[in-house]
């Protein structure tokens, strides 16, 4: 038993579910990963508890819903905690809280989705958005295609990428992360373009702001420069 009694969650589970987030899916693959690697699955599966229940099942037991009660955020366990439970009884009612309502709320998140558009955000976090988008889709039962995905990350790219994005459109072969890589390195030559220009500017600005006195006494500086040379041999 002390084999995982003392086990850290977070160890195994790096996110935390949250109420408001959309990350349950990733969360209940990283909880079930996390009772497989410890052989304790039967806790949060349809498995019933052993008739009597042994001191070992329920040390075992209590450590699995240790590890969901550290795992999820209060609020959470605010609609889901309960008296006297089990883990599999806290591990149904997470799932139940956060799979209810699917067709209302698969409306409001495909329009929440194809609503997302760069504006200031760079490629990353604006393929992020997406995916965390499309990650509560598929939380409703209502997965994103990837051809889906790169349609909806071009049609809210910013139009500084619109000739990319065209070149884009018509390759069928393109995934969403080739897309989101091409488009980043689109950013990479506009960000360096952009220091190009703003360094040409400058040095122009300077040459125009030297005037002719400057200009007089660079002149000067250059003829009495060759004045003081000594005469070649």
């Known amino acids: 038993m002390a084999a995982y009694a003392a086990v850290s969650v977070q160890a195994h589970v ?21 009772c497989g690697k410890f052989g ?15 001191d070992a099942w329920n040390v075992a037991d209590c450590v699995v819903r240790s ?4 795992s999820v955020t209060e609020d959470v366990l605010d609609f889901t905690m309960a008296a006297n439970q089990i883990a599999r009884d806290l591990w149904v009612a997470i799932s139940n809280h956060f799979q209810t309502n699917k067709a209302p709320r698969a409306i409001f998140l495909s329009h929440a989705f194809h609503a997302i558009t ?4 760079s490629v990353h976090e604006y393929a992020q958005a997406l995916n ?18 790169v349609l909806a990350l071009l049609a809210g790219a910013d139009s500084r990428y619109s000739t990319t994005g065209e070149i884009i459109a018509g390759d069928a072969t393109m995934t969403f992360s ?5 488009l980043a390195l689109q950013e990479l030559r506009l960000a360096n373009q952009s220091k190009e220009a703003a360094s040409s500017a400058m040095i122009a600005s300077s040459s125009a702001g030297c005037g002719p006195s ?5 002149s000067s500086t250059s003829v009495t420069q060759q004045q003081q040379r000594p005469p070649q041999q």
């Open 178 to 182: 080739r897309v989101v890589d091409r």
């Open 214 to 218: 400057c200009q007089s006494a660079s």
């Open 14 to 34: 790096p996110i935390k579910l949250e109420l408001r987030s959309s990350n349950y899916t990733k969360w209940s693959s990283f909880f079930e990963a996390m």
């Open 40 to 54: 304790l699955l039967s806790h949060i599966n349809s498995a019933p508890p052993p008739d009597p229940r042994t």
């Open 132 to 149: 965390k988008a499309a990650d509560a889709l598929r939380d409703v039962d209502k997965p994103v295609a990837d051809s889906e995905m």
């Open 118 to 121: 760069q504006g200031d955000m």
């Open 67 to 70: 590890w969901l009660y550290g």
